[in-house]
Nanobody, 119 residues
Framework: QVQLVESGGGLVQAGGSLSLSCAASGIIFSNKAMGWYRQDPGKQRELVAAISSDGASKRYADAVKGRFTIARDNAKNTVHLQMDSLRPEDTAVYYC????????????WGPGTQVTVSS
């Protein structure tokens, strides 16, 4: 059974930083792409960042390029999202997701972690 558990969210002032983590189990982590999505109430869930199984390929939503960094640790089955220069519009629930590739995703979701950026 696939389990994804996100952590690291919280309340931060604009311009601050947060680091999110996602622990995955029930999959062969090292051969799966991983991604971070976010969803604000009333909006569609959107891809924020994705990383290939070996970490060599990464892609980011335009809104976070240059501010967010995705990384993975295949030895610990974890994926991280370092978020710097946070803005109020980054406020959302953040979820991690498992994929065959960074464009082809399974429909497994964790409970998410809330990120709130105050102005």
């Amino acid at each position: 059974q696939v389990q994804l558990v996100e952590s690291g969210g919280g309340l931060v002032q604009a311009g601050g930083s947060l680091s999110l983590s996602c622990a995955a189990s029930g999959i062969i982590f090292s051969n799966k792409a991983m991604g971070w999505y976010r969803q604000d109430p009333g909006k569609q869930r959107e891809l924020v960042a994705a990383i290939s199984s070996d970490g060599a390929s990464k892609r980011y939503a335009d809104a976070v390029k240059g501010r967010f960094t995705i990384a993975r640790d295949n030895a610990k089955n974890t994926v991280h999202l370092q978020m710097d220069s946070l803005r109020p519009e980054d406020t959302a629930v953040y979820y991690c997701r498992v994929g065959r590739t960074t464009f082809d995703w399974y429909n497994y979701w964790g409970p998410g972690t809330q990120v709130t950026v105050s102005s």
